[in-house]
């Protein structure tokens, strides 16, 4: 039994989309985010309840597979619903959907429950948990293993981290390693590929000011087009992730 569903519609503005007219991977995320956050004020466990238990909500990994991006100004339908728990991690599926009905993107994703006082994981609350009617697990899903990135043969560009770029869980918004990412690729990569798939696990959290470092290899997996990534703050690693292509 999965948890609870929850749908939305929503129209692509131009703002969130790139050169080509493309959602940008970044402001798809924010996209199916939102999603679950209205699903979290529909149940009433949204922020004020989080915050008044001092807890946050940190993502630590998203496997999606990406069949076509939307275009700006195409209407689309989200799908979101918390599938399962155990202790410690929560386990949420969002689907986008065209008008058509056809699927455009499919994401699973982890999540923990952050402690502000402690800036560490606890264990989940079951009372946050009951209105989404997952299901309680024992066990762990495993999503696919991220290789490490070869820094011998990667380019790497570096960024600060601004003030626009914290969120209200007082570090880097998950959604800027994307930009990072794909910004140290080249513009005609950019233009000449498109993603099919992405896998990103999170590791340590990025404050305001700090330098990061973005690396990124490119090869070939399989006959398919893979970039291997990786933000780091100095020895620490942000976050990694592997991203697949096909030629347009």
């Known amino acids: ?16 989309t790139d050169i080509k007219g493309e959602l940008t991977l970044a402001s798809l995320v924010n996209v199916l985010i939102l999603a679950s956050e209205h699903q979290l004020n529909d149940l009433n466990v949204g922020e004020e309840t989080m915050h008044s238990l001092n ?7 998203y ?13 689309v339908r989200i799908v979101t619903e918390a599938e399962s728990y155990n202790r410690y991690f ?12 056809n699927e455009c993107v499919f994401v699973q994703s982890i999540f923990v429950m952050m402690s502000y006082e402690t800036r560490s994981m606890v264990p989940v609350v079951p009372e946050i948990m009951a209105p ?8 762990s899903k495993r999503f696919p293993r991220i290789k490490k990135i070869d820094s011998e043969k990667a380019s790497q560009k570096e ?12 570090h880097v918004n998950n959604v800027h390693y994307f930009e990072w990412m794909l910004d140290a690729l080249d513009y005609d990569f950019l233009m000449d590929h498109r993603v099919t798939s992405v896998n ?4 340590h959290e990025i404050q305001y000011g700090q330098m990061t470092q973005s690396q990124v290899e490119q090869v070939m997996v399989d006959d398919i087009m893979t970039t291997r990534h990786k933000v780091a703050v100095g020895d620490l690693s942000a976050a990694e992730s592997e991203i697949a292509w096909t030629k347009r």
């Open 159 to 170: 960024y600060r981290v601004r003030y626009f770029d914290i969120d209200g869980n007082q």
């Open 63 to 75: 496997q999606m597979t990406i069949n076509r991006m939307p275009k700006v100004d195409e209407k």
């Open 55 to 61: 807890l946050g909500w940190v993502v630590t990994q």
């Open 132 to 139: 989404f009617e997952s299901m309680a697990i024992k066990g």
């Open 200 to 203: 990103i696990r999170y590791g």
């Open 1 to 16: 039994m999965a948890g609870k569903q929850y749908t939305e519609e929503y129209r692509i503005p131009y703002f969130e």
């Open 90 to 101: 929560c386990y949420r599926n969002f689907w986008l959907y065209d008008e058509a009905g």
